[in-house]
């Protein structure tokens, strides 16, 4: 459990401090106080990533050059200090070099309006989905992927030199290769152990609708030897055109594509039924229950869709809910109502 948290220049605070409880904890406030900045501000204690953002650059406060989040979390006191020029993590006030303990304390999962663009928008807020689920459940995923965007990025910076040579290239394409293939079959186990239990969480909140995910490469089997055979044709687009950076997750609503065919609000569900997969994938994998940073989403879903999600969340995860009121709030969903204004909190248990 998340007991506290504290920012300083972090986005829109120069210095701001929370505490919650178990289960639900309800954030309110006017739009633009700063209500989705908590949240990220809880990822990115736990995680040493946003949510929101692919790097963390903009959440240091304007003017400032750097930021710190801290808290308390299953006893233990996290600290993260970050800047252009050096991050720093601490557990327990002593700083770490190997980042495993730290990382294995919570897990998060994000559930947003914009989670819309991980059904009708293009392949990357899909690979990114990806990403931040794999880098939370098996320790090799993130040094693959750090080793493949490396090699891609020298790869496509020999592309755009005025004459790249065929041997230096197919160097370059060696560990591209090697990393690629290991973070290509990482997200493929990823989709298997996903797509039943999103498939099942969509039947549930969606009134039993068909949802149906599928991995869907970016580059054939023989990585390399599909390397080999596009060089002409990346050398003359001075970019890499083949490999994990171009890969996707397909998603079919009653056996249509669902960025196409199906409507809004079934669309909205396919979204919710892949976040509570990556909950439950979670809880299987760690045997804790993840945190749940639910951002302002109640209030856009009707009546059925919210009371089906509500039922569908892990009772046992600690829920922190933004919203600009708590009119649509159900019973069996009380908690403490954290009322946030003018860069202050006013706590009050609701």
Not at 100 to 122: K, M, P, T
Request: with cysteine; aromatic share 6%; proline share 4%.
């Amino acid at each position: 459990m998340l007991r506290d948290l504290q920012l300083r220049n972090f986005r829109c605070f120069e210095a701001i401090a929370a505490e919650f409880s178990l289960g639900f904890n309800f954030i309110v406030g006017a739009n633009g106080q700063g209500k989705t900045t908590l949240l990220e501000a809880a990822c990115v204690l736990l995680r040493l990533q946003s949510q929101r953002a692919a790097t963390l650059a903009p959440a240091v406060r304007a003017g400032e050059r750097s930021f710190v989040v801290a808290g308390h979390v299953e006893g233990h006191l996290l600290q993260f200090y970050y800047s252009s020029l050096r991050r720093k993590v601490a557990f327990d006030g002593v700083e770490q070099r190997d980042l495993a303990e730290y990382l294995q304390l919570a897990r998060v999962v994000s559930f947003a309006n914009n989670d819309l663009d991980l059904i009708r928008g293009a392949a990357e807020p899909r690979r990114r989905y990806l990403d931040f689920i794999g880098s939370q459940v098996d320790p090799r995923y993130r040094p693959a992927l750090r080793a493949y965007e490396r090699a891609l990025r020298v790869r496509n910076a020999l592309l755009k030199s005025p004459h790249p040579r065929p041997r230096e290239l197919a160097a370059y394409s060696e560990p591209l290769v090697t990393a690629g293939r290991s973070l290509g079959e990482m997200r493929a186990a990823l989709v298997r152990r996903l797509g039943p239990t999103a498939e099942r969480a969509h039947h549930a909140i969606g009134q039993g609708e068909v949802l149906a995910l599928a991995y869907v490469p970016g580059n054939e089997e023989d990585f390399g030897a599909q390397l080999e055979r596009v060089q002409a044709e990346d050398a003359r687009l001075h970019l890499t055109t083949v490999g994990p950076h171009r890969d996707d997750l397909r998603l079919q609503v009653r056996g249509l594509p669902a960025a196409q065919f199906a409507s809004e609000g079934q669309q909205r569900t396919a979204a919710l039924a892949l976040k509570l997969a990556q909950a439950q994938l979670f809880a299987e994998e760690t045997e804790a229950a993840p945190l749940l940073l639910i951002d302002d989403i109640f209030g856009e879903l009707d009546a059925s869709r919210r009371n089906a999600l509500l039922a569908a969340l892990p009772n046992e995860s600690q829920k922190l809910v933004t919203a600009t009121s708590l009119d649509w709030r159900e019973a069996g969903s009380d908690g403490p109502v954290l009322k946030l204004a003018d860069g202050e909190i006013r706590r009050r248990n609701g």
